[in-house]
């Protein structure tokens, strides 16, 4: 009998049953070898999440490209979605291939990774109360701690986890933000976490000495000359506390007597620094004992300015008095601008920073930096990025006085060194505590408070170590931490972070993409936040997709077109983070249509194909 030729067809599917077979014994030898250095921090055996997560690391050490699209060509799956069942993905198609060649490859039974991964998002964020998958996490205001309305709005929004950033504010005000949040929480019937995010390590520029003390009031003009609104200025009494309305307006001090006896419609006339004749006249009582007025000329006015009061008592008789002065403030922070090529001395100590002198000997532009110690890591050669990567620079060397920089991204018209600014150091790995002293400190209230804690900084499972540690000494040794993967030591090592982790503590990643786009770069960036998405969801982890997600329209109230997109692509995420601003109701309101609109499209890789009604 003549032998039978076997399909072309079949031969394909024979090869790739063999190449499938062999990918599955790889991915289970390089698995094995990952988990290996953790066996000791696993004495009960490695969690089902760990393994999974390590045979995804195993799977994606090879470049799968040219199979995939043989798959495909086969009319089988192209194992590109399945990041939660690493192993029965692959069984699943070498069962098929083994069906079609009659090799009968039984399948395994596959687990549930989705399921797992709804689990631990459960175990962070309660259970799911609205109609989508992505919860809307907020940064609170000062404001949440005195306005019960405005933590309402934002939970009738879409809010559903409260974030409170602990570099800012206190635990007094802390306490009476969580206790809006409570408050509202059971107004709603809704479960809402609170989320306490660490200061960390913020490296930050340090201060800059004043220039001149003197204000600029000025009137707006038309086309044509013609004044078409006053110069306005706050007076405040020196004595109390900061107004907050009207804050893009110039304040100046005023004598706290003088404050209370003004009224609307009193005046203060005044010779300004050029001996120019103005008035201010009174227009507007405000909080705290403050004034609002206007002046219709233009007036530098400079500390201890002599007043000449203008008034009418309760019994109409006419007031005057020139008794009242100006009260001291500071001048504006000296302008330190740079371009490409410039120097900036960055200080080992915190000296005000000041600009370039040209005049006498020159010298460069001097800066200090908040962390003085880590000017002394920095090595020639390793690049520096100040302000969210606005100025960027390379050291050119060290010495006594701090560190050499020469300035290599600036913009075309140059860039300005500010206060409080951070500093990124991505070539540089940073000899720090995992924890400051202000962490350890508010580590007290977060454990006494807070649903989960975020991990600002973490660079190493070491410094996870520590922080289990000091929950454990806090008395509450379970309580949820949220990596920040916000350096390029944090994404190096990830992998290391979750395996030495897993099952021992519940987790969550938050992708804190302002400040890993400046240590990354902006373009590797948007790489990195989708492999980060694809890891943790191989490890069962939930992530929070972080930084600027609808910042225009928090800040400003206007709708930016591609952060509609960024905010539409962010559904993939467990979590989505809005910062706070002025318009940060309205911004919750546009990210909850958004996520749950395309809630109906996308799940993680996977497109849903919704009935389109075109």
Known sequence: MPTQAVPAATRTQAGLLEELSALYADVVRRSNERLAPYRARYPQGFTDDACNLADYLGLRSHDLRPLQARLVAAGLSSLGRGEAEVRANLCRVI?????????????????????????????????????????????????????????????????????????????????????????????????????????????????????????????????????????????????????????EQIRLPLDAELARQLRTGHSLHFEDAREKHRVLRITKPLADAAWLAECDGNAYVTP?????????????????????????????????????????????????????????????????????????????????????????????????????????HAGPKGARVRSDKGINLPDTELSLPALTAKDLEDLDFVCAHADMVGFSFVRTLGDIDVLRHELAARANPGLPIVLKIETAAAVSNLPDLLLGTLGQHALGVMIARGDLAVELGSVRMAEIQEEILWICEAARIPVIW????????????????????????????????LNKGAYITDAVGVLNDILTRMDAHLYKKVSRLRQLHW
């Open 95 to 247: 069962a098929i291939l083994g069906g079609n060649t009659g090799c009968g490859t039984p399948a395994t039974a596959a687990g549930d990774g989705a399921g797992r991964l709804e689990h631990n998002t459960e175990h962070l964020f309660g259970r799911r109360c609205r109609n989508r998958y992505a919860r809307i996490m907020v940064t609170l205001p000062t404001a949440a701690a005195t306005r019960d309305d405005l933590v309402r709005e934002l939970v009738a929004g879409g809010m559903d986890c409260a974030r409170i950033n602990c570099a800012h504010d206190d635990p007094a005000t802390w306490q009476r933000m969580i206790d809006r949040v409570r408050a509202a929480e059971r107004e709603s019937g809704n479960h809402i976490p609170v989320f306490m995010d660490l200061a960390g390590h913020k490296i930050r520029t340090g201060p800059i000495r004043p220039g001149p003390a003197v204000r600029h009031l000025q009137i707006r003009r038309d086309d044509y000359g013609h004044m078409i609104q006053p110069a306005r200025v706050v007076l405040t009494p020196a004595t109390t506390a900061a107004v907050t309305e009207y804050p």
């Open 546 to 577: 972080a930084t600027q997600v609808l910042d225009t329209l928090a800040r400003k109230g206007v709708i930016a077109r591609p952060e509609i997109t960024d905010a539409g692509m962010s559904v993939r995420a467990e979590c989505v983070m």
């Open 304 to 408: 201890g300015t002599r007043l000449r009061w203008q008034g009418v008592s309760q019994d109409k008789q006419f007031i005057a008095s020139d008794s009242y002065r100006i009260g001291p403030f500071s001048g504006k922070p000296e302008v330190i601008r740079l371009q490409c090529g410039d120097r900036l001395l960055l200080r080992r100590d915190m000296q005000p920073g000041r600009a370039a002198t040209t005049i006498g000997p020159v010298r460069p532009a001097e800066i200090g930096c908040t962390h003085p110690a880590i000017v002394g890591q920095l090595q020639p050669g390793a690049s520096v990025w100040i302000d969210d990567g606005k100025i960027g620079c390379r050291v050119v060397e060290t010495n006594t006085a701090g560190a050499l920089l020469e300035v290599t």
